[in-house]
């Protein structure tokens, strides 16, 4: 029942932007904390970003800090990734997880539903 479909992924150049969605269903999505994990080719899953209930609290990955934006829409269901400055080495499929735990985590093992994926390659 639970579903998280990512979408807005694409081929860009080094420096530019794009915006991914995650439209959630299935749940009450106002209740749960939010983020995104991204995993390259050979590489093991990585914290992208997590964003609580109310969107009063934010956590970001030292690696895309300072460029990346976390944000949700509680009454559209749907959370969001405002990705800028976009870098070769940001090349990967992001994740959308749903968080199972109140206190901010950054362990995929603290996510219990996970949408399809979405690519995202940055050319340089």
């Known amino acids: 029942q639970v579903q998280l479909v990512e979408s807005g992924g694409g081929l860009v150049q080094t420096g530019d932007s794009l915006r991914l969605s995650c439209a959630a269903s299935?749940?009450?999505?106002?209740?749960?904390?939010m983020a995104w994990f991204r995993q390259a080719p050979g590489k093991e899953r990585e914290f992208v970003a997590r964003?609580?209930?109310?969107?009063?609290?934010?956590l970001y990955g030292d690696s895309v800090k300072g460029r990346f934006t976390i944000s949700r829409d509680n009454s559209k269901n749907t959370a969001y990734l405002q990705m800028n400055s976009l870098k070769p080495e940001d090349t990967a499929v992001y994740y959308c997880a749903r968080s199972q735990t109140i206190r901010p985590s950054t362990s995929t093992r603290d996510f219990d539903y996970w949408g399809q994926g979405t690519q995202v390659t940055v050319s340089s």
């Open positions: 299935g749940f009450t999505f106002s209740s749960y904390g």
């Open positions: 964003i609580s209930r109310s969107a009063i609290s934010s």
